[in-house]
């Protein structure tokens, strides 16, 4: 079984930056599919970034040219680059493998961006 642990959400202000965490552990050797979810409240569970191959990187319209997900097999763990933050962005972030959520999900990490 494979472990998902997000961590570093938080308040940040509107053109904010915040890096968030996938610590993986259990069963996996190396990371080479992953990605970032967010839900909103109300809202059903998104895929804004993914990670697939091991090199090959995908975004949401939304968060394009502002968000990039990145690995570090040695730890691994996965993360999520946020920068230029909107309010739009407040949600639970989650991590799990893009397309078809393959590992059971972890608890998330709250951004919350306001001013």
């Known amino acids: 079984q494979v472990q998902l642990v997000e961590s570093g959400g938080g308040l940040v202000q509107p053109g904010g930056s915040l890096r968030l965490s996938c610590a993986a552990s259990?069963?996996?050797?190396?990371?080479?599919?992953m990605g970032w979810y967010r839900q909103a409240p109300g809202k059903e569970r998104e895929l804004v970034a993914a990670?697939?191959?091991?090199?090959?990187?995908n975004y949401a319209d939304s968060v394009k040219g502002r968000f990039t997900i990145s690995r570090d097999n040695s730890k691994k763990t996965v993360y999520l680059q946020m920068n230029s933050l909107k309010p739009e962005d407040t949600a639970v972030y989650y991590c799990n493998t893009p397309g078809s959520a393959y590992y059971n999900w972890g608890q998330g990490t709250q951004v919350t961006v306001s001013s």
């Open positions: 259990g069963s996996i050797v190396v990371i080479n599919n």
């Open positions: 990670l697939t191959s091991g090199v090959i990187t």
